[in-house]
């Protein structure tokens, strides 16, 4: 990270401002049956300012990071929120005034790994791949890291450093049938730099045992039935259900732009037993995937709580918007690069989880299926959505089954939350998620896992 100090640049703010230094490093190595065909190592790193005027923004920003620079970005900025404002004549009032002072950032304590050893990490993955598993016709190592630091400064005295780290393994293996690929990969790793995600290759292997044996059985599948099913969704699949469907209709952008969420607002929109956060930094006292403790406006990142015991009850704002619904901001304020200007984005979405057991929930079920791992996928401010599914199983007469292909599932997210049933007491979150609203950024996704109905695809 550049070293700057960034209060020196305040006296040259007009209005509300603000600054934002930052820098984010990536790291990826990616082998592909035995060949390492991706070793990258890159940083990109600048500063930008953004100032309002009466309902109007302007932004400017660059990488040169010299005084002059950073000069001229900020009066840039202030240059194009006049100009804006001279043609728009929004006439809106001030922003909500915040003053927050923050600093948390999750460096490793211990010796970093060259991208040699990074290197040779992932190569051992994939010798162990090669020599245990003789069926399998391609396989895919992917190590990957992103180190996001930010400062900022406001002109409402708002004051924040941090550096948000991610580290994660992919695996993806592929068993050939009838001359078809059938292919599943799984994510591994979770928040913190290298050295605190992995110690040794060998910790990876139960877990990739694991992905071989659903593949394997994957292998036998079957089509499922199509229609309207008893489903249980693995934590998984439902913390990205959350994420999509409910979440994206309750950010304040898009209900202002005429999202189903906008007239629901104290109505019941799921079952008495769902409740969706979208939390802050922590859950359930522990951190969370990706901590956010102050946005990028400065403001103090809260929870929120969208929907409780059913109804829904916040969408999540930045100041803007807080200003818009006469409510305070909650902190959802994020930019995924210097050059960036910040969304309202979601930070950490779960629903809580509740009082039943998976074994239970997956007991109660004559005729449905268990479904664990999803695809690509899209949803819309309707809240209805498609996802692909790759990884479920058959439940007859309260037990698992075989496996199933490749399917779909879809339908309206805020319909499909009313017919849960049981939720489980178990709580887990993904790793690997990326938010692709105009900006990819990290999220968190998770929860329990949950019995609905839902329309599913058959052959």
Known sequence: MIEKDLKKYTPLFKGYTELRLQENRNTKVVFLNGNLVGNEKSSDSGISARTYQNGSWGFASTCDTQ???????????????????????????????????????FFTAKPR????????????????????????KSRN???????????????????????????????ALTIEKNGLPIELHEVFGSRGQFEDVFEKPS????KIEELYNHLVKKTEGVFPDAGNKECIFDADLAGI???????HTTESDIVLGGSVAANLMNQEVANPLITLVDFANTALGKTCPVPVYIDDEGTKAEDTVIIKDGVLKSFLHNKESAAHFKVKPTGNARGYAFFDEPL???????????????????????????????????????????????????IKNGKLGRAIKDTTISGVAFDMLKTVSMVSKDMSWSCGGMCGKKQAIPVGMGGPAIKCRINIGGK
């Open 203 to 206: 910790d990876l292997f139960p």
């Open 67 to 105: 005084d002059n620079a950073i000069q001229s970005v900020i009066k840039t900025a202030y240059d194009n929120s006049v100009f804006l404002d001279s043609k728009l004549k929004k006439g809106l009032g001030a922003l909500p005034s915040v003053h927050e002072i923050s600093n948390n950032t």
């Open 241 to 247: 259900l959350a994420h999509e469907a409910i979440g």
């Open 344 to 394: 309202v984005r979601m930070r950490n979405t779960a629903i809580l989880p509740g009082k039943s057991k998976l074994e239970d929930m997956i007991a109660s079920v004559d005729d449905g299926y268990y479904l664990i791992k999803s695809s690509n996928g899209q949803a819309d401010s309707t809240s209805e959505f498609m996802f692909g599914i790759v990884l479920g199983y058959e």
């Open 141 to 171: 190592v992917i190590i990957s890291s992103l180190d996001m630091e930010k400062s900022l400064i406001t002109s409402d005295g708002s004051i924040s450093h941090s550096m948000i780290p991610r580290t994660v393994a992919m695996v």
């Open 113 to 136: 790994k060259t991208q040699k050893e990074l290197v040779d990490f992932a190569a051992v993955i994939d010798a162990h791949i090669l020599k245990t598993y003789k069926n399998i």
